[in-house]
């Protein structure tokens, strides 16, 4: 399958395994991109030295493309943003922000600077920095979310802007892939589906949370800090959106 994502990030598929903090390590993503889609590697929060060994991890798996992820509200944001061109991975996604300081070095070490957005404004102001693409993610996703739906946002970025869209936010299978691309998007990211395959390395028992739960088993905490983040619904989430 072609399409401008799969030309741009040199891939068969225009699947892209969302980055997971402290869960999206080299075995996962090197897994995803031997398989022909874009894995990449979640850094948000992690030392230095693991992010080495978890890329020379999936090297080891593969010699497709792989990427990294930068929160950019990590402390290390800017280390990590190094080990970006130093490591010489293909493809950075960037979260939580703008990675504007980073831009200019990644664009000269052809690094393909793919955003994480939650509107079309965002969006616009990625392209003008120079991004190669976006990820138009809605808040059906699991992790950190913004307001707009997946179904109000792909069509307002593709809009917005002519790079390349990848939409994300409650994409699992076929169906949510094909919806997206009627929406405008040239490719999907998705994150919690990965976490229930075999190569990701969380517990069973969260696997089987995840596959067993119905549409209004999650839940959204943190939106009084200014940071939601939507997960499983248990007593631990229910205590914390207290
Ligand atoms: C457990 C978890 C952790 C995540 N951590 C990150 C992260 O560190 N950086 C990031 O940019 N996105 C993160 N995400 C978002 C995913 O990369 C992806 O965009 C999102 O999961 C897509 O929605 P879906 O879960 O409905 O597939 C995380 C998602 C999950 C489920």
């Not at 075995?27 to 874009?38: N, T």
């Not at 960037?94 to 504007?100: D, I, L, Y």
């Not at 998007?185 to 696997?207: D, I, N, S, Y």
Request: proline letters at 4%.
């Amino acid at each position: 399958m072609k399409t401008r994502i799969t030309e741009l990030l040199g891939i068969e598929y225009p699947v892209v395994q969302g980055a997971m903090a402290r869960i999206a390590d080299g075995g996962l993503a090197g897994a995803v991109s031997e398989a022909g889609g874009l894995g990449i590697i979640a850094c948000g929060g992690a030392r230095p030295e693991w992010i080495r060994d978890q890329v020379a991890r999936a090297r080891a798996l593969t010699s497709k493309p792989i990427g990294m992820n930068v929160m950019l509200m990590d402390p290390r944001a800017d280390e990590v943003a190094e080990l970006v061109v130093e490591l010489g991975v293909e493809v950075v996604t960037t979260g939580a922000g703008s990675p504007a300081n980073y831009m200019k070095a990644w664009k000269e070490a052809g690094v393909k600077v793919v955003p994480v957005v939650a509107s079309s404004a965002l969006a616009a102001r990625m392209e003008r920095l120079g991004a190669d693409a976006v990820v138009a993610e809605g808040t059906e996703a699991g992790g950190h979310i913004g307001e707009l739906t997946t179904m109000a946002l792909i069509p307002a970025v593709c809009e917005k802007v002519s790079i390349p869209v990848i939409g994300a936010g409650g994409i699992v299978d076929g169906r949510g892939m094909l919806a997206a691309f009627a929406l405008g998007a040239e490719g999907v990211q998705c994150g919690t589906r990965f976490l229930t395959v075999e190569e990701c390395g969380v517990h069973e028992a969260w696997k089987e949370k995840v596959l067993a739960a119905k549409d209004s088993d999650t839940i959204v905490t943190g939106r009084g800090t200014g940071h939601p983040v939507r997960g499983l619904k248990n007593k631990f989430a229910r205590e914390c959106r207290k």
